[in-house]
């Protein structure tokens, strides 16, 4: 199961030949648009496409872009009666332009107000009902105001009661009590925003960062999750564990072509490895393999049994 802000990747695709007149930018000369699911729904479709039955609950707006939301995920084999129209949002939108494969500039059209009381208590009553027979629970809390403290402190109950697995993607900005969750799965700049301290050692190699691994221990102490894995980018990821050295996993990706929704891949996958029975270290690897693969696509994208395999052959 699937909680927290979801929202619609638009993406522009188009060429560039010329710098504006009016203006020292490119011109896109357009060739075509498409849409994917983003946020916590592209973590349910990234779920969805490594074979794992998967289910959402969120809000959407009443408007087409929920619409086109429900379809999407439809389509992959996502189940959305958790999905719920709220008449007072607007369903957040992200347009990205792209030309030649890279990024021209994003646009975002969102919601950022937290969710009303009513709304809330409907998504809470509808993870009640909804689960009974989930092995694991993941929160993508990326500050567009569905994932409040009531929400996540009611999720955390329900888990605890019914001994399912509960990972979340923070947001610091978004000030929420974080404690005693099973995995918590922040980049480094992530890392250090939680723990208070300033990144002074960013270059450094990983496996001997002490200000690295000094925000990480702040983390297990304050929060006291089971897992820590933090995100590194080119630099791969630090998996941390109370009692434990921390476990540096090396980038496998070959080529980077764009990084969104990386970290949806992370979390989704090393769930999946969890709730599968994998230790925490086979989830880690698995999870680096995963997000190997979907940086060298464009667009947010998902990775599939068949685009696995080969990497952990060349790995």
């Known amino acids: 199961m699937v909680v927290g802000d979801v929202m619609l990747d638009q993406f522009i695709w188009g060429t560039v030949a010329r710098i504006s007149p009016e203006a020292p930018v490119p011109i896109v000369e357009f060739t075509r648009e498409s849409y994917m699911p983003g946020g916590a729904a592209n973590v349910a479709r990234n779920l969805s496409a490594l074979g794992a039955p998967t289910r959402i609950h969120s809000v959407v707006g009443n408007d087409r872009a929920g619409e086109q939301l429900h379809e999407l995920l439809t389509s992959q084999a996502v189940k959305c009666g958790g999905l719920l129209r709220h008449p007072g949002r607007h369903t957040s939108i992200k347009t990205r332009i792209v030309a030649h494969r890279q990024q021209v500039v994003r646009v975002d059209r969102e919601s950022r107000e937290p969710l009303d009381p009513n709304a809330t208590r409907g998504l809470i009553a509808a993870l009640e009902r909804g ?153 880690a690897i698995f999870s680096n393999h995963a997000a190997g693969v979907v940086v060298g696509k464009v667009g947010t994208a998902t990775v599939t049994p068949e685009e696995l395999l080969p990497s952990f052959r060349q790995g």
């Open 131 to 283: 689960l009974p027979g989930v092995d694991a629970v993941i929160v993508g809390d990326y500050g567009k105001g569905v994932v409040t403290q009531e929400l996540l402190d009611a999720i955390k109950g329900i888990c605890r009661r019914e001994g399912v697995w509960l990972s979340l993607d923070p947001k610091p900005v978004h000030q929420l009590d974080l404690s005693d969750l099973s995995l918590i799965t922040p980049n480094r700049k992530e890392t250090f925003e939680l723990a208070g301290l300033d990144d002074t050692t960013r270059h450094a190699d990983p496996r001997q960062d002490p200000r690295l691994q000094q925000a990480a221990q702040v983390l297990l102490e304050r929060l006291r999750p089971a897992l820590l894995l933090i995100t590194l980018g080119e630099q791969g990821m630090l998996l941390c564990r109370q009692g434990h050295t921390p476990f540096h996993i090396p980038t496998v990706a070959k080529e980077v072509f764009d990084v969104s929704g990386a970290g949806d891949t992370v979390i989704a996958s090393f769930t999946l490895a969890i709730a599968l029975g994998a230790s925490p270290v086979e989830a």
